[in-house]
Nanobody, 126 residues
Framework: QVQLVESGGGSVQSGGSLRLSCVAS?????MAWFRQAQGRLREGVAS???????KYLDSAKDRFTISRDNAKNTLTLQMSGLKPEDTAMYYC???????????????????????WGQGIQVSVSS
């Protein structure tokens, strides 16, 4: 059983930055960040494979950067230029299967990921 613990969320004003971290008990081949806004479905934001292939939601491109440090069992999401529509609960997710990281993250299916963190709130005010 892989445990994932997120940190780094909070409240910022529009245009601000936040850095989310996820510490894993074990890293898996495909790691990702999802988010779920109130009243909406959970959606994939960014993913990264063990060999460094990254995928981003169109609205996150050029603003968010996903990275992983396998030596420290850590997944990171650096977010800049935050907008009110980025407000959501953000979740770290992991799977040993390679194919979720080979698909566009906008098509990611929640059930494709085996392990989830508890989530952390990001709130962006205008």
């Amino acid at each position: 059983q892989v445990q994932l613990v997120e940190s780094g969320g909070g409240s910022v004003q529009s245009g601000g930055s936040l850095r989310l971290s996820c510490v894993a008990s074990e890293m898996r081949y495909c790691m990702a960040w999802f988010r779920q806004a109130q009243g909406r479905l959970r959606e994939g934001v960014a993913s990264i494979s063990n060999d460094g292939i990254t995928k981003y939601l169109d609205s996150a491109k050029d603003r968010f950067t996903i990275s992983r440090d396998n030596a420290k069992n850590t997944l990171t999401l650096q977010m800049s230029g935050l907008k009110p529509e980025d407000t959501a609960m953000y979740y770290c997710a992991a799977t040993g299967a390679p194919w979720p990281c080979r698909k566009e993250i906008r098509t990611a299916v929640v059930s494709s990921f085996d392990y989830w963190g508890q989530g952390i709130q990001v709130s962006v005010s205008s």
